[in-house]
Each structure stands twice: as structure tokens, then as C-alpha cells.
């Protein structure tokens, strides 16, 4: 089946629903057949009249093969339009950065456009975007990459939201930039996590992000619920509440 899609139209989608107002959705797509799939329907508020259209460009598609049991078998994805989502093209709606309550990217984005907006120059005139950012790591590779894009210093972000796999993927980036102070190992194969993690290593590396400069770590963990760091009243330790899972009906 063939749905719309994409990490980051999901957020905007749900917001749009959730408060009725849709927000403003920048990102890049071709001027193929499937850019058609991605118009406006009834059944949400949220408009793409910001989107960039890439002429001789094929919009980003993700294509997965799952198990009868529902589990993801194998999967290939065609993203090379979103590197046209560029600091020159989100200049062009810098006004609306600067006024917007809260600013949500994910790690699709090309190294340079993390950097600059992590720069604090989206405002320009040495005026520093007063958003909350939220990173959505996306996958595990592209955690990673947004980590080594902005060379390890994380203070930018307010919150971030990987699951297991992409927490362990973003402190094996710390590492790798010198900045990863933890016992938990966190260079083990993020694919294994699974397998030989532990509520202690999750927590581990939950703290490393914090202490990197992130605000709130949200982490999902499926089944066993989302585990939420910050840094504590003290400023120097890390405070952890756990949240169980919602039931759902599928």
C-alpha cells in the first residue's frame, strides 16, 4: 500500500490535528507523480504550500518489506530531494522560525542545514531563534550523522526522541567526537542492543546526551515504555521518569 509519509510530515500532520491549526511544513519535494500523493486532504488541516518543489527531482519515498507477524523484514528508502531543504531555502521563512513557539527538524536534514540551525543564526542580525528545537533522530545511521554533523556539542537541542537503537547510535557519535564520558559501553553494535541492552546502559546513555548539552531525552522502548532524562535540580546529575506504554488497538 502507499501512504503519505516521511518522519517529519507525520509530526506536522499530528500536530495539525491535535490543535486544529496547521503548522508551517518546510521541507523539499519532486515534481514527479507522487508529489501528488503528499496535497492536502479533508481529513487533516495540513497545508504544503511552503514545501519546496525541485523540478527533475523524485520526492522522497521509503519502501518497507514486513513479516506476517508485522515485523520489518528489509527496507530501502530514496531521499536525495531533502537536500534541497538548504539554509538558503529556510531563509526564506526565517520570519516564522524566529516567531514559532517550538521548531521540530529531524536528522533527514543535510549536515550543513543542521549546523545552521543549530548556529543560532537562523534570526540573523546576531538575533538568536528563541524556539525550543526538537531532533527527531529518524534512524539509526542518521542519528549518528546528525551527531557528527554538530561535532558532538548537543546544547541547541532542547529535546530529542530516538528509540533504543538510535539513543545507542548518537552515543556512539559522542565517542567518536570525544566528548562520551559514561561506563556503559556505548560502542557496542546498536543492532545487538536488543539483545545485551539493559535498563542501566539505556539510562547510561540517556545521561550522555544530557550531559552533551540536551534538555529533555525522550527515548521510546516499545513494549517497556518511554524513559524520560533531563538534568536534575542540582545541574550536575541526570533525574530519570519512566512511562509505562499506552494500550493500542491496531
Given at each position: 500500500s502507499l501512504s503519505q509519509g516521511g518522519v517529519g510530515r507525520n509530526i506536522a500532520d499530528s500536530l495539525a490535528r491535535l490543535l486544529g491549526t496547521p503548522p508551517l511544513f518546510l521541507s523539499a519535494i519532486g515534481?514527479?507523480?507522487?508529489?501528488?500523493?503528499?496535497?492536502?486532504r479533508q481529513?487533516?488541516?495540513l497545508t504544503i504550500h511552503a514545501v519546496r518543489r525541485v523540478p527533475g527531482c523524485r520526492t522522497a519515498t521509503y519502501a518497507a518489506m514486513h513479516t506476517s507477524d508485522g515485523e520489518m523484514q528489509a527496507a530501502v528508502a530514496d531521499m536525495e530531494v531533502?537536500?534541497?531543504?538548504?539554509?538558503?531555502?529556510l531563509r526564506t521563512h526565517a520570519d516564522a522560525l524566529c516567531l514559532a513557539p517550538l521548531?521540530?527538524?529531524?536528522?533527514?536534514?543535510?549536515?550543513?542545514?543542521?549546523?545552521w540551525i543549530a548556529s543560532g543564526d537562523v534570526c540573523g542580525k546576531g538575533i538568536a531563534m528563541r524556539a525550543p528545537l526538537w531532533l527527531e533522530p529518524v534512524s539509526v545511521p542518521k542519528a549518528?550523522?546528525?551527531?557528527?554533523?554538530?561535532r558532538g556539542d548537543l546544547s541547541p537541542i532542547s529535546l530529542v526522541s530516538p528509540n533504543e537503537d538510535e539513543l545507542l547510535a548518537m552515543t556512539e557519535a559522542l565517542?567518536?567526537?570525544?566528548?562520551?564520558?559514561?561506563?556503559?559501553?556505548?560502542?557496542?553494535?546498536?543492532?545487538?542492543?536488543?539483545m545485551d541492552g539493559s535498563d542501566d546502559r539505556i539510562r547510561g546513555a540517556a545521561a550522555?546526551?544530557?550531559?552533551?548539552?540536551?534538555?529533555h531525552v525522550i527515548v521510546t522502548r516499545g513494549a517497556a515504555g518511554v524513559l524520560w532524562a533531563r538534568r536534575a535540580e542540582d545541574g550536575i546529575g541526570v533525574t530519570f521518569e519512566e512511562m509505562p506504554a499506552l494500550r493500542a488497538a491496531v
Open positions: 515534481d514527479d507523480g507522487l508529489a501528488a500523493v503528499l496535497e492536502p481529513s487533516t488541516p531533502l537536500a534541497h531543504i538548504t539554509p538558503g531555502y521548531v521540530v527538524i529531524d536528522a533527514n536534514l543535510p549536515a550543513e542545514t543542521l549546523q549518528h550523522a546528525a551527531v557528527v554533523a554538530l565517542q567518536g567526537n570525544g566528548v562520551y564520558a559514561d561506563d556503559t559501553n556505548p560502542s557496542a553494535d546498536s543492532s545487538t542492543a536488543h550522555a546526551l544530557v550531559r552533551a548539552g540536551v534538555l
